[in-house]
């Protein structure tokens, strides 16, 4: 990597001289305000400002040592000639923040674009990691269209469990059930919930946390190799530091977001996903993101890349390693180089390179091949009966989902993926956990179980609610999978066959709020399709019926979040905040 660019702007041309470099009272007094806080002039003034938006909080596990590594990024930045200055922002802790995060990373997008708007900024570093900052920071960077670079908080390290390698989200969800029917006794449950997550950093499965920090970085807009580095790693402090150095070059350059990312990057970004199998979020976030860039990428395209890039890196929940051990392996330039030929390697990075320049050469130490595989032995392997079964995504159509809804079919069960069953309905998560407990349930395997309104409406902010659990008395039988359905999402760290984002939802009257329990569904996979097996007439006399779920929310943010949201298959963002028009630069008096 060079910080030797081209350079494009002057120090006249800094968005932070509109704020220091006036002769007049308003430059007085922002020169006059940064030297209260006890800095001379000179290390403000005619240097580019960099941004430093940092998640940090104290209930964001996964981001709790990015306040340290902001202090490696001021480092980077003092040493490469710019001046740092941190921006606290939003921290969306996943399993803190409720109802969902969800809610709030468009609020997260707004505060970003604002805080580099408002403010005198010429380039940012983006701090985020846990599932919603990435997608949250990146769109507000997308639509503010600043030189940035996103620094990923990284995966935390791996813990072992009677010699297995173990790590959180997915075990969390297998253990739980082993819980429920009495194979895990208190004691052992205590000891596992002190020690399965042992340091800060995010999941270290491919869940939503890895799956959208490789999309940053397949995308261009985080440093070769980075996503990978655990949070702990010193290698991680070292990224961080060359972050805050490449951050100033890149000013100079004018290496904004718009002449890195384009419908190339975002098509690098849907490959790599699909290689690593990675969690069905991203299929809300991606078409988000790109609409803040003005680039159109329906969940379609998601299919299509889907049904010809095959799964490669073994990693929970489809397959069986964790994060740290995909770092030691050569992490997602490795993966990169094995897919190339379904890359567009010109694409442009934050390096100043190309994809295919920052990745060539870069050394894969997966000796044995067991982590990321060759792609003409995929993770998983379709079977005659199911040749679908092993890919990363397949998008639905029916008259459940007109508008879609996804299923990650590398994480179901293949058997369950062409299933025709009774559906069990509930109408809210509460009643659907309260049922689960109860044995003389109405179910048995073959029955298919639907959740509604949990989409983005009624949720609301479309909760992980879609890994519905195994009802107790199946569990017990051995049942440890069932086709289920919902208009919510599920964690990326999660395994099943389960079917969400079924658009439009329920709460504003999709086909899902039709359903009746006893009614046949149907799923095929190899047509993607989503049926309910229930005549056109019945349906319409059902409609004719229904009406629209009463909403809790009269006022705040939630309630401008149920009027503005789109759907998931849009990718759930504000109506008025996509699109790629100019906002104007604040004016400054």
Same mark, same amino acid.
């Given at each position: 990597m060079?910080n030797?660019g ?19 009272i308003r430059g007085?007094?922002h020169r006059q305000r940064?030297?209260q806080?006890g ?5 403000f ?8 938006v940092?998640t940090?909080?104290?209930?964001s596990?996964c981001h709790?040592?990015l306040?340290?590594r ?20 939003l921290s ?8 969902t995060?969800?809610i709030y ?13 408002s403010l ?6 983006l ?17 503010m269209?600043?030189p ?6 990284g ?6 469990y009677k010699?297995?390698?173990?790590g959180a ?10 819980r ?13 919930e002190?020690?399965?997550t042992?340091?800060p950093?995010t999941?270290?499965?491919m869940g939503?946390?890895?799956?959208m920090?490789a ?6 807009l ?5 996503m990978?580095?655990?949070a702990?790693d ?7 530091w ?7 070059a890149?000013?100079?350059e ?10 190339a ?11 690593l199998?990675g969690s069905?979020n991203a ?16 969940i ?9 890039v095959p799964?490669?890196?073994n990693?929970?929940p489809s ?5 740290e051990d995909f ?6 330039p490795?993966?990169?180089n094995?897919i190339a ?5 010109s694409?442009?990075?934050v ?5 295919g ?6 050394p894969?130490?997966?000796? #044995?091949? @067991? =982590?990321?595989l060759?792609?003409?032995t995929?993770?998983?392997? !379709?079977? %005659?009966?199911? /040749? +679908?079964?092993?890919?990363a ?10 508008d ?5 079919p590398?994480a179901?069960?293949p ?10 309905v509930?109408?809210?998560?509460a ?7 109860d044995?003389?349930?109405d179910c #048995?395997? @073959? =029955?298919?179980?639907?959740?509604r309104n949990?989409?983005?409406v !009624?949720? %609301?902010?479309? /909760? +992980?609610?879609g890994n519905l ?6 569990l ?6 069932m086709?289920r ?7 990326g ?6 079917v969400?984002h079924?658009s439009?939802e329920s709460?504003i ?5 039709l359903?009746?329990t ?5 799923l ?8 309910m097996?229930v005549?056109?007439?019945?349906l ?5 019926q ?7 929310y ?9 009027h503005e949201?789109?759907?998931?298959h ?14 104007p630069?604040?004016p400054?008096y």
């Amino acid at each position: 990597m060079s910080n030797e660019g081209v350079r494009l702007k002057t120090v006249e041309q800094l968005r932070s001289q509109r704020w220091f470099a006036s002769d007049d009272i308003r430059g007085f007094a922002h020169r006059q305000r940064m030297q209260q806080q006890g800095l001379a002039r000179e290390e403000f003034m005619g240097r580019p400002v960099i941004g430093i938006v940092n998640t940090w909080s104290e209930l964001s596990p996964c981001h709790a040592h990015l306040r340290e590594r902001a202090e490696a990024v001021k480092r980077g930045v003092l040493q490469a000639g710019g001046y740092p200055l941190e921006l606290p922002a939003l921290s969306l802790g996943e399993v803190m923040v409720k109802p969902t995060t969800m809610i709030y990373r468009n609020l997260l997008a707004i505060e970003c674009e604002e805080l580099l708007r408002s403010l005198p900024i010429d380039g940012a570093v983006l701090m985020g990691g846990c599932d919603k900052t990435t997608p949250g920071l990146i769109m507000g960077a997308l639509s503010m269209d600043v030189p940035a670079i996103f620094l990923p908080a990284g995966p935390m390290m791996n813990d072992r469990y009677k010699g297995q390698a173990v790590g959180a989200g997915t075990h969390t969800k297998k253990f739980w059930a082993e819980r429920t029917i009495g194979n895990i006794d208190q004691a052992e449950w205590i000891r596992l919930e002190s020690r399965m997550t042992r340091t800060p950093g995010t999941c270290n499965t491919m869940g939503t946390a890895s799956t959208m920090t490789a999309i940053a970085e397949a995308m261009g807009l985080s440093l070769p190799g980075a996503m990978s580095i655990p949070a702990v790693d010193s290698e991680h402090s070292r990224m961080a530091w060359r972050c805050g150095e490449r951050i100033v070059a890149m000013v100079w350059e004018d290496l904004k977001p718009s002449r890195i990312v384009t419908k190339a990057s975002f098509i690098n970004a849907v490959t790599a996903y699909m290689a690593l199998g990675g969690s069905t979020n991203a299929a809300v976030h991606l078409p988000a993101m790109a609409g803040r860039a003005g680039i159109a990428l329906d969940i379609d395209e998601l299919d299509a890349v889907a049904r010809r890039v095959p799964v490669i890196a073994n990693l929970y929940p489809s397959g069986e390693k964790l994060m740290e051990d995909f770092h030691y392996a050569g992490g997602l330039p490795a993966v990169l180089n094995r897919i190339a030929a379904h890359l567009d390697l010109s694409a442009r990075t934050v390096t100043g390179r190309t994809l295919g320049e920052d990745i060539a050469g870069w050394p894969a130490d997966d000796d #044995d091949g @067991s =982590t990321i595989l060759d792609p003409a032995t995929p993770l998983k392997e !379709g079977t %005659p009966e199911c /040749p +679908e079964a092993g890919i990363a995504l397949a998008v639905l159509r029916g008259n459940l989902c007109p508008d879609g809804a996804v299923i990650k079919p590398s994480a179901a069960t293949p058997q369950l993926l062409r299933h025709t069953g009774r559906a069990l309905v509930f109408d809210s998560n509460a009643e659907m956990l309260a049922a689960m407990a109860d044995d003389n349930l109405d179910c #048995d395997a @073959s =029955t298919v179980l639907v959740l509604r309104n949990g989409g983005p409406v !009624g949720g %609301p902010g479309m /909760p +992980e609610w879609g890994n519905l659990p195994i009802p107790k008395k199946l569990l017990r039988e051995g049942v440890r999978d069932m086709l289920r359905i919902s208009d919510s999402r599920m964690s990326g760290t999660h395994y099943g066959t389960c079917v969400l984002h079924v658009s439009p939802e329920s709460a504003i009257g999709g086909p899902l709020a039709l359903l009746k329990t006893g009614d046949t569904v149907r799923l095929d996979i190899g047509a993607r399709s989503l049926d309910m097996l229930v005549s056109d007439e019945e349906l319409a006399a059902r409609r004719a019926q229904w009406k629209p779920p009463a909403q809790a929310y009269v006022r705040g943010y939630t309630k401008i979040f149920q009027h503005e949201v789109t759907q998931a298959h849009l990718g759930c963002d504000f109506a008025s905040l996509a699109g790629n028009a100019p906002t104007p630069e604040p004016p400054i008096y």
